[in-house]
């Protein structure tokens, strides 16, 4: 396998090869189990129960244990091959979906239907207080979307098991991840009484190793005329002197932009469970020149040379997206530079911009305020108008106050994505623990707002990630999971040099598939890759039929969170072509056309090209947790997210596959899996206990007989 450097594993190697090692942190609480009550029973039907729960115990130790040894391999010549359908039925586009259902809605008035409340409403959130569009796409496309009708059961499965997120209600924004004496924080856009957008103040939450959380009360609510209409988006500075300075905006009964400045009330607190609000809110207005409602989303502050802090905040001009610069000596007195760090023509508004340095020698993340001569800075911001993250590589001068791009292609805003699905509004923050930039995205919904309502929650966060310049092409970054999540990782199973042929698939067995961490490597056949001629096809995922559309040398990966019958899959996979250059490029995409057959979520086909450099094998890496999937390809340089959400490929039920879908070639994979468990340390520890409690048992049982 390949890990984030470009490192291979052979198939008995162990997985090796992240940026950062780990020790897993202690959880802090051991399961402690009481003996039952005595009972007065027959002998033999007392032994017969222990020896029924010490099988139970056993088998909890067992799960929870990742025994790597235990490995199934499957040689797909031995089983043989199943034909994939070749044209699978393509899930209706988006434009199919709105013909068909203004069709319906046609025929029911004909017929004397009413609604009946089945329809989603079209209600539009957030863009009349100034903030992005938090209804989904199909208010923006003008449909009211048939409600499909989801049971109770299918909503409970679509919340997910180890990614960030409340308890209830909606969420968006990250905001304010800092780590202080020992905990994680992490703040969050949060509506406390809905799960739709409105009410917003800041949830909260603290952790030990970034997966498993433990809800706070909410660190700030609306109740001042500066934040009265909400508590937006802001990053927290750690000083020299040990304080904490959050900036955040604010917007007023008017819908005015402001920026405002808190501070924990008691520094001694690790958990900053409590939050003051700066008496001489707010510290900045809208500049002449800006609109009110374009003046959002302070950075972390960076420390200059000259001995002065800066931030820069997000806005436009037109429809060009700029960054603003802000110098301070004190956080509560603002100075405006006469330059914005950057510009960029028909970009929109920017929101929730993030500025920092990455290392092009090291493997540690850097503090927000290092500069230097081996340094590279990312300016990244999330567009207003098409709702995606955007970043670029450059450098900073300091002394002018401005960023440079490395490349005009891939400016801010029309060149390099985070995320190529579902991620915006990302913010980074400085580990100064275990010296990494570690990196939040929040994931929006992708169903109907009648369904969130009914399950009672939207929205969640990426699993952290972190973020490393790409040493061997020197041209993007690299995103990775936290390493903390591999100490959830249970029951590993290798399947190992699997020959899949040209449109084949090979099951995988590994029962429960709706929790997974997979790692795979595929190889394509040389020699139809040398004989594959020069062709002027254009290919791109979005423009694709997804999975279903077949070339020479792709599509092939992995279909997860599939039914038995193939009625809902999703593929994640790459497709080659050779260009009229004669040059091979290299597409990773996830297709969720197919992923439900509920009428009530968008289904598209997410991804870009990706760099593969001589000598590298095809990686992917792919996070199954119920309705969200995060994929990532060649050690992280291309990352998609989707939120999928099938009616039958639920619990027992989720199947995984490997696929190739490719004409010409025939394809060799080697795939590693694990089960993911939200609290492996205590299961194991319940199991334990349980053994020596029955144990205790069955002694007293065997004195008595």
């Given at each position: 396998m390949?890990?984030?450097t ?10 090796t ?19 039952p ?9 007392g ?8 099988v139970?115990a ?14 199934t ?29 203004k ?20 209600v ?11 209804a ?7 449909l009211r ?7 109770d059961e ?10 960030f ?15 202080y ?9 949060y ?7 409105g ?16 809800h ?17 988006t802001?990053s ?8 904490i ?6 917007s ?5 932009q402001?920026q ?23 510290v ?34 037109n429809?060009?997206g ?14 405006l530079?006469d ?9 929109g ?8 340095p ?13 500069n230097?001569?081996?340094v ?9 108008d ?6 670029a ?17 891939n400016?801010v ?5 985070y995320?190529?699905g ?26 109907s707002?009648l ?11 990426a ?33 190992v ?15 429960s ?5 997979i790692m795979a490597?595929?190889e394509?056949?040389?020699e ?7 062709s ?7 423009g ?32 080659v072509n ?5 040059n ?18 968008i289904?598209d ?13 095809l ?11 995060e994929a ?5 340089r291309t ?7 099938p009616?039958k ?7 995984v ?40 048992f ?5 004195h008595?007989?």
């Amino acid at each position: 396998m390949v890990g984030p450097t470009g490192s291979h594993l052979d198939s008995g190697e162990s997985f090796t090869g992240l940026p950062y090692s780990y020790n897993a942190l202690s959880d802090g609480a051991e399961s402690t189990l009481e003996s039952p009550t005595n009972r007065p029973r027959p002998i033999r039907t007392g032994l017969l129960v222990i020896s029924g729960l010490l099988v139970s115990a056993l088998v909890m130790v067992l799960v929870g244990v990742d025994n790597t040894r235990d490995v199934t391999i499957i040689d797909a010549k031995a089983r043989g091959h199943v034909p994939l359908l070749h044209e699978p039925p393509l899930a209706e586009s988006l434009e199919v979906q709105v013909s068909r259902g203004k069709q319906q809605a046609a025929m029911e008035r004909a017929m004397g239907i009413s609604d009946l409340g089945l329809r989603v409403p079209q209600v539009s959130r957030g863009k009349a207080k100034g903030v992005s569009e938090k209804a989904n796409r199909f208010l923006n496309s003008g449909l009211r979307a048939l409600a499909f009708g989801w049971t109770d059961e299918q909503l409970r499965w679509q919340r997910s098991a180890y990614h960030f997120q409340p308890k209830e209600n909606w969420m968006n924004d990250p905001n304010g991840p800092l780590y202080y004496k020992g905990w994680y924080h992490f703040f969050y856009q949060y509506n406390p009484n809905a799960a739709v957008w409105g009410n917003i103040v800041w949830g909260h939450a603290v952790s030990k190793d970034l997966i498993k959380w433990r809800h706070l009360p909410i660190a700030m609510t609306a109740d001042s005329w500066y934040d009265i209409d909400g508590v937006w988006t802001g990053s927290a500075t750690l000083l020299p002197d040990g304080q904490i300075a959050m900036l955040y905006t604010g917007s007023t009964s008017e819908s005015v932009q402001v920026q405002n400045l808190a501070y924990p009330a008691d520094l001694s607190d690790p958990l900053l469970i409590n939050w003051v609000k700066y008496p001489g809110n707010p510290v900045l207005l809208p500049p002449p020149g800006i609109n009110v409602k374009d003046f959002r989303d302070p950075t972390t502050a960076w420390y200059t040379t000259q001995g002065k802090w800066r931030i820069t905040i997000g806005s436009k001009k037109n429809r060009t997206g700029i960054s603003l610069v802000y110098e301070t000596d004190d956080f509560k007195h603002f100075k405006l530079l006469d330059s914005v760090l950057h510009a960029v023509p028909g970009t929109g508004m920017w929101e929730c911009v993030d500025f920092y340095p990455v290392s092009l020698i090291d493997t540690n993340g850097m503090d927000t305020s290092v500069n230097g001569p081996h340094v590279k800075h990312v300016l990244k911001a999330s567009l207003d108008d098409d709702k995606k993250d955007y970043y670029a590589l450059g450098s900073h001068d300091e002394e002018r106050g401005v960023w440079i791009p490395d490349s005009t292609v891939n400016d801010v805003g029309i060149g390099l994505r985070y995320d190529y699905g579902k991620f915006y509004a990302s913010k980074t923050f400085y580990d100064q623990e275990k010296k990494r930039r570690v990196l939040w995205g929040w994931i929006p919904e992708a169903d109907s707002e009648l369904a969130d309502i009914k399950k009672g929650w939207a929205s969640l966060q990426a699993i952290p990630r972190t973020v490393l310049y790409d040493q061997s092409t020197g041209a993007n970054l690299l995103q990775w999971p936290v390493d903390e999540i591999e100490s959830y990782r249970t029951n590993s199973r290798d399947f190992v040099n699997v020959t899949v042929r040209p449109g084949a698939f090979v099951p995988l067995h590994l029962g429960s598939a709706d929790e997974l961490d997979i790692m795979a490597e595929f190889e394509v056949d040389r020699e139809a890759l040398e004989k594959l001629p020069p062709s002027n096809e254009e290919y791109s995922c979005s423009g694709s039929g997804g999975a279903a559309q077949r070339g020479a040398l792709g599509p092939f990966g992995l279909l997860v969170l599939a039914a038995e019958d193939f009625s809902e899959h999703t593929p994640v996979y790459f497709y080659v072509n050779k260009g009229k250059d004669g040059n091979l490029k290299t597409f990773f995409c996830t297709d969720i056309l197919r992923s439900s057959v509920a009428i009530d979520v968008i289904k598209d086909v997410y991804g870009s090209t990706i760099p593969v450099l001589k000598g590298e094998k095809l990686t992917m890496r792919i996070l199954v947790d119920h309705s969200i999937v995060e994929a990532f390809a060649q050690g992280g340089r291309t990352c998609i997210t989707s939120r999928v959400y099938p009616t039958k490929a639920i619990y027992g039920d989720t199947k995984v596959f490997l696929f190739n879908n490719a004409t010409d070639a025939t394809i060799t994979a080697s795939v590693r899996t694990w089960q993911m468990s939200p609290s492996p340390a205590l299961q194991v520890s319940i199991g334990l206990h349980l053994l020596l409690i029955l144990f205790t048992f069955f002694k007293i049982g065997f004195h008595c007989s």
